[in-house]
């Protein structure tokens, strides 16, 4: 040792050619490095393994760790090959081979290997095999040091058994579960899970089978509530296809499970309704088409009474024209004052008369023109009461949807007729109030006439004894009597109004009954049981209440009560 270096001395005596020694050589070689070296070998022989084999795998040598591991004695492993610590199946692979094929040709080669006791048992040893070099660099042997790591491969080996069971068990339950699930994808929940699963796996295999004893038990539910609804549905359709060609009498009469049997009261209930309403409206129709007759044939008469009446005021014209030409020659002569007196006071007494027929003609024409308001005023009841219906069955279309959509088309063309036949009665009404005060002025007009021929006759009284005034009261009967002709003239033109307007309340009357034909028509669609026969006594009753109206005023529909007044007026008046 000098200081921290060991050295190796090796002295050797030195000879000359004859043999004599000369001297000695002293050679000092540095060994710390391999002292050191010696000092770790010595510590890894006390723990671990070492066993050194030659290149052929033969045992060299192996310490104590390494025999105490593989349960041998060193005279029984000395001189033995390697593969005796190997199975045999191992020692007869390619791999075996390739190891001693690296390690001569110097490679290491490290991993943890397992090999076999004395006694046949496994041992895993984690083993470094280490190829010694020669001073020339050449492999001579080979060092294996080994650690046992039994236990812990041993416990790696359970561990990995455990997990591969396991996987085992949890394919058993998936593979399981899947064909389950197929089964329920395709409608099958009948058969329960009746593989043994692992203990931690039996609560999910429980829960399995009580979800799939639900769904069982929700597919036969399904089932049966759909069986129920095909019934509603199939129930629905007959009733529903009846109602689309009319029939409402139909009715959903077998019961439908607690559910859907509220719904089956309520369509009953809304068929019932519907069928009420049709009747009403199919008497209502019926009562509007006979009421139409009626005003058609009212005011057919009244045209002709309007006519002859026409007539009558044009002969009245004529005559008074001519008492105007009469008059005005009163003023040509005195001479003829006694015999004009005496014939004037006479013509004057018939145009007296005449004058109170003219009256009494107007005030029966006011009173026609009232009646006919009347009667519009019951055309326009009429005509809201329908289009009150109208929309009732507008709303219950509605509420019965695309069922009703037919009827809604029909309850608005009733609207329309409805609404048309109060826009008429609205214009004729009109037109009366207007014809009323015409009336009204011709009848002020006719007494103006009344009361200057009256005038005339006191004048004409008066000639006797005022012959001088004659030509003065000449002029002012001529004045009066061109009143009158105007007077009469206008209201021969109110007459013409009467007769124009009374033409278009024919039309009107004409178009109403058409369109009450019309609606009675489009009724005859629907079947409505005995809301028929209902329909026929309404019918009945509405002739009635018409033969009672005929009774009640008889001048809207006889023709021989009003002479014509052309009787009157054309006699007297060319002696006048």
Known sequence: VIGNMRVQVDISAV??????????????????????NAGIIAGIDSTQGIVQFDLNGDVLDANQNFLDAMGY????????NHSRFCKKEYTRSQEYSDLWRELRSGRHYSARVECQRKDGSPIYLDATYNPVMDAS???????????????????????????????????????????????????????EIDVEFAEE????????????????????SAKETKEQQDFVVEQLEKVLSGLSDGDLVTRLNEEFVPVYDGMRQNF???LENLMRAMGSVCATADEIK??????????????????????????????????????????KGAQEVDRIVSDTKADTLKSSEIVENAVTAMGRIEDSANEIRSIINVIDDIAFQTNLLALNAGVEAARAGDAGRGFAVVAQEVRGLAQRCTDAAKEIKQLIASSGRNVSEGVALVNTTGEA?????????????????????????????????????????????????????????????????HLVDLMENFEL????????????????TAQVRQRRFPQMITTNNVAPMGDVSSEGWEDF
């Open 201 to 220: 796996y039996t609560e999910l295999k429980a829960d399995f089978n009580a979800a799939i004893l639900k769904l069982h038990e929700s597919a036969v």
């Open 73 to 80: 004695g060193l005279d029984e492993i000395q001189g033995r």
């Open 453 to 517: 021929i009256t005038a005339i006759a006191v004048q004409i009284e008066e000639v006797s004894s005022l012959a001088a005034d004659i030509a003065a009261s000449s002029q002012q009967q001529s004045a009066s009597l061109e009143q009158v002709a105007q007077a009469v003239n206008e209201l021969d033109a109110v007459t013409q109004k009467n007769a124009a307007m009374v033409q278009e309340t024919t039309a009107a009357s004409h178009q109403m009954r058409n369109d009450a034909v």
């Open 290 to 331: 006979i009421g139409a007759m009626e005003v058609t044939s009212a005011n057919e008469e009244l045209s002709q009474r309007t006519e002859r009446q026409a007539a009558t005021l044009e002969e009245t014209t004529a005559a008074i024209t001519e008492i105007t030409t009469t008059v005005t020659h009163t003023s």
């Open 529 to 544: 049981g005995d809301s028929r026969s209902d329909r026929a006594a309404d019918e009945s009753a509405a002739r009635q």
């Open 268 to 270: 009953n209930d809304a």
């Open 137 to 191: 660099g050449r492999p001579f042997k080979v060092v294996k040091i080994a650690n046992d790591a039994t236990q812990e491969e041993l416990s790696r080996l359970a561990f990995e058994e455990d997990r591969i069971k396991r996987a085992k068990d949890l394919s058993v339950v998936v593979e399981t579960l899947a064909d389950g699930l197929s089964r329920v994808s395709q409608g099958d929940f009948t058969q």
């Open 15 to 36: 000879f000359n050619r004859d043999g004599e020694h000369v001297g000695n050589t002293l050679e000092m070689t540095d060994v710390s490095e391999a002292f050191l």
